[in-house]
């Protein structure tokens, strides 16, 4: 059995889109892009989920009101000693501002201070001091006690429940004793010597209620912790007769707790003091770092995309193509152009002109190789435009017929250009579709 013949010439036949292989689609699609990002989208699930649970919890745990507040009936809040003291007669002004506070004072009503974020500055808390004629501090600060009490210091949580009175403070004697959660405070001699005693001692390490005089010779009565208003531990030990007892001794009370509107903007901290020395160099850098990395990963838009590459076509299909559409559009001009470029190029490499040559002098040297006349030439290679299809195809003849003798010129064996036939391709030799 003859064997079939396998026809191995070169084929100048255009490759069509049926027998390229088609690039697979690259565009992601939901499912591979849930699939390539699924680390990244649990870890947002957990922190969403994360951060609903902790609002939830923070929601739960929020008390209806601030710590101490006279109307929040939260473990924290000082309802239940407010209610008591109306109950018997005592007129009790909550107060969220400053000024209704020094004038309450003014007008001789005891006023009960719990300043937990520390606004008042030291002015005020001695002004408010000078104007009141009974005031009571719970769980006074540091400069609360560098303001209105000199020479009184913290001193740190009790170890437990204290009976010990050691004073003549009224309320302190009818109380007898105090629940545990109390923090002490110490009086130095100075202070001691300027009227200031301590009640309920826990041994060496301080006093859980301190009174003295105040700045305007006012009674001035200092607890060290909310332990003994609070609605939680009232009414252990004898908490609610020492509270009673420090808040009711006049017919006007006000709880006084100071809100935003209080701080003195003049003294507020501005930004720059409450930032960290480091935060200024750290986000400088990671500015500078986003800066780069946007530079490096911008220079990508978009996935790589595999495609194909073209396949090689002959000179000869090239050159054909491109004289259909220059037919089609009858641009005999740039059709001349190509051609002449090409002669150009071809003349200057024979006779080993420089690339740099210009047209000029090609044209000269073209003319003193074949002896034809120099206005000629240039004219050829320059200056002639075709009027029509047929000067056109008159002009290639010359130009080719000029090529020839220049060659012939250098080699007299070189044959005479031969004509194209209909089936032959020019540039056999170059059949990836260089031109020159």
């Not at 007769?241 to 006000?254: H, N, P, Q, Y």
């Not at 056109?392 to 031969?418: H, I, K, M, N, S």
């Amino acid at each position: 059995m003859t064997p079939p013949v396998v026809d191995t010439a070169p084929s100048t036949t255009t490759v069509t889109d049926a027998a390229t292989p088609t690039a697979p689609a690259v565009t992601p699609t939901v499912r591979a892009f849930l699939r390539h990002r699924r680390a990244w989208l649990v870890i947002g699930a957990v922190l969403v989920l994360g951060a609903l649970l902790v609002l939830a919890i923070q929601g739960g745990a929020r008390t209806p009101g601030p710590a101490m507040g006279a109307d929040n009936p939260a473990p924290a809040g000082a309802k239940a000693l407010v209610e008591v003291l109306r109950d018997h007669g005592i007129t009790v002004t909550e107060s969220r501002s400053y000024e209704p506070a020094l004038a309450a004072a003014e007008r001789g009503a005891t006023v009960l201070l719990y300043d937990e974020s520390g606004i008042l500055d030291d002015r005020r808390l001695r002004e408010l001091a000078a104007a009141s004629d009974r005031l009571v501090v719970v769980e006074p600060a540091f400069g609360a006690l560098e303001a209105l009490a000199p020479g009184v210091r913290l001193a740190g949580a009790a170890s437990g429940p204290v009976d010990a009175v050691g004073c003549d403070l009224g309320a302190a004697e009818r109380a007898g004793a105090l629940s545990d959660g109390q923090r002490l405070l110490t009086i130095d001699d100075d202070a001691a010597d300027a009227g200031w005693q301590g009640c309920f001692r826990d041994g060496d390490f301080g006093f859980a209620v301190v009174a003295g005089p105040g700045a305007g010779g006012g009674e001035l009565t200092m607890v060290g912790a909310t332990t003994v208003f609070a609605n939680e531990t009232i009414a252990e030990s004898g908490n609610a007769a020492l509270a009673i007892g420090l808040t009711g001794v006049t017919d006007d009370l006000v709880w006084y707790l100071p809100g935003p509107a209080d701080a003195d903007a003049a003294d507020a901290p501005t930004i720059g003091e409450l930032t960290p020395g480091w935060v200024s160099p750290v986000m400088l850098l990671a500015i500078v770092i986003v800066i780069v990395v946007g530079i490096w990963r911008g220079r990508r838009f978009g996935p790589l995309v595999v495609e194909n590459l073209p396949v090689h076509v002959p000179a000869g299909e090239t050159s054909a193509g491109r004289a259909r559409l220059y037919a089609r559009t009858a641009s005999r001009t740039h059709a001349l152009d190509q051609l002449r470029i090409g002669t150009v190029r071809r003349i200057a490499r024979v006779l080993r002109l420089p690339r740099s040559a210009e047209l000029a002098e090609v044209a000269d040297a073209a003319a003193q190789a074949t002896g034809r006349d120099e206005a000629a030439v240039r004219q050829l290679l320059a200056d002639v435009q075709p009027a029509h299809d047929r000067e056109l195809v008159e002009l290639a003849g010359e130009l080719a017929r000029l090529e020839a003798e220049v060659q012939r010129t250098l080699d007299p064996r070189a044959a005479a250009p031969r004509a194209p036939t209909s089936d032959a391709s020019p540039d056999r030799d170059d059949p990836t579709g260089r031109r020159p």
